[in-house]
Structures are given as structure tokens and as C-alpha cells.
Antibody, heavy 120, light 108 residues
Framework: QITLEESGPTLVKPTQTLALTCTFS??????????VGWIRQSPGKALEWLAL???????RFSPSLKSRLTITRDTSKTQVVLTMTNMDPVDTATYYC????????????WGQGTLVTVSS | SYVLTQPPSVSVAPGKTARITCGGN??????VHWYQQKPGQAPVLVIS???DRPSGIPERISGSNSGNTATLTISRVEAGDEADYYC???????????FGGGTKLTVL
């Protein structure tokens, strides 16, 4: 059974850096073709893709947010961490992590999401 | 950058057929994936590679893709189908994931 779970602060202040962790099980980020991505959704808005890290540590970022994002995985390859710098109230959103499997280019399993509010 | 365009809303009576479109430049040359998102829940993949249904997705849900439009079709619509639906592609030219703006399906 594949599970993903997002964790991190629920409230951050403007200009602070956000760090979110995706802890997953049921698959390995060492398996060829597997990736873990981050997607966010502002209240009442559409899904917005943020970043993706692959089994070989290759990474992709949303062009509009690339300068603010970092994505890493831990050595055990059961966690992926997304950091976003210089947080602003417009970054208030539910942040999801999701698995991309086997060069598929779609997300076949999602976490439940974590709501992050940016406010002073 | 590649843009996917969806109608904000689609309404359909129970038992009828709902069609949700996703427009993009020559989208027929790309693989389109669809997600269903019910209120307060994470998205769920309902169609991959234009027309493939993951395990557990009813046959009433189908997809097609040609030219500049991909379509998600839900036959014999039920109240439980009421949700937001998003299309998604991989844009090879920019190496990024692209989501459509989403369509709210209302069952009358």
C-alpha cells in the first residue's frame, strides 16, 4: 500500500522560509523512473505544480517559483523535503506531495495535503 | 509556456452524460491525465494517458484526446461525481508539469 504524508508548520510569517516534509511508504525513490512531486492549491483555486525530484536525484521546478524552491531527499529515500524561501501571504495554500511512477508523467498517489498559512 | 484551458463549470442532470474539455495547442500530441477532487480531499487520478482508467475507476468515466482538445466523459452521472476535475500534461519543451484551471462539475 502506497502512502504519502506531508508535515510541516501550519503557520509561517512573511519573509520566512517554509520547509515541508513528505514521508512516504510502499515504494522506493531508488526505483528507476520514480519521482515525488509537490503541488499546491490556494483556497478556492486550481492545482499548481511546484517541484519534482526523481529516483536519480534529477530535479525539476516550476519556472515561476524556481528561484525560491529547493527539493531534496534523505539518504534513506523515504522522505522528500521542499523548502520555499521568502514566504508571502499569497503562498497560503494546501501543499500536497504525490508520487510519479515509472516515467509516467502523472501522479498516481497523493498525500492528504497540509494547509500552510502565511500571516504575521 | 504551455497552457491548458478548461471551462470553469459544467452542469448535468443525474443519469445524463457530462463532458469536460481541456484545450491546448496540439494537445492531441501529448498524453493527458485527469484528476477528480472532491471538497476537502486530495486529487485522485481517474484517467491516465488520455483514456486509461486506474484500478477502481468506473467504466462510466472515459477520456479522449485529439487535435486541440482532450475530453473527459462521465456517463450516467451520479450525485457522487460532483467534484472538481483537472487535466494535466507534461510539457516536454519546458520540462514541467502543467495543470488546467479545473472544472467544477455540478449535478443538478
Amino acid at each position: 500500500q502506497i502512502t504519502l504524508e506531508e508535515s510541516g508548520p501550519t503557520l509561517v510569517k512573511p519573509t520566512q522560509t517554509l520547509a515541508l516534509t513528505c514521508t512516504f511508504s510502499g515504494f522506493s525513490l531508488s526505483t528507476r523512473g520514480v519521482g515525488v512531486g509537490w503541488i499546491r492549491q490556494s483556497p478556492g483555486k486550481a492545482l499548481e505544480w511546484l517541484a519534482l525530484i526523481y529516483w536519480d536525484d534529477d530535479k525539476r521546478f516550476s519556472p515561476s517559483l524556481k528561484s525560491r524552491l529547493t527539493i531534496t531527499r534523505d539518504t534513506s529515500k523515504t522522505q522528500v523535503v521542499l523548502t520555499m524561501t521568502n514566504m508571502d501571504p499569497v503562498d497560503t495554500a494546501t501543499y500536497y506531495c504525490a508520487r510519479m511512477n515509472g516515467f509516467s508523467y502523472y501522479f498516481d498517489s497523493w498525500g492528504q495535503g497540509t494547509l500552510v498559512t502565511v500571516s504575521s | 509556456s504551455y497552457v491548458l484551458t478548461q471551462p470553469p463549470s459544467v452542469s448535468v442532470a443525474p443519469g445524463k452524460t457530462a463532458r469536460i474539455t481541456c484545450g491546448g495547442n496540439n494537445i492531441g500530441a501529448k498524453s493527458v491525465h485527469w484528476y477528480q477532487q472532491k471538497p476537502g480531499q486530495a486529487p485522485v487520478l481517474v484517467i491516465s494517458y488520455d483514456r486509461d482508467r486506474p484500478s477502481g475507476i468506473p467504466e462510466r468515466i472515459s477520456g479522449s484526446n485529439s487535435g486541440n482538445t482532450a475530453t473527459l466523459t462521465i456517463s450516467r452521472v451520479e450525485a457522487g461525481d460532483e467534484a472538481d476535475y483537472y487535466c494535466q500534461v507534461w510539457d516536454n519543451s519546458s520540462d514541467r508539469v502543467v495543470f488546467g484551471g479545473g472544472t467544477k462539475l455540478t449535478v443538478l
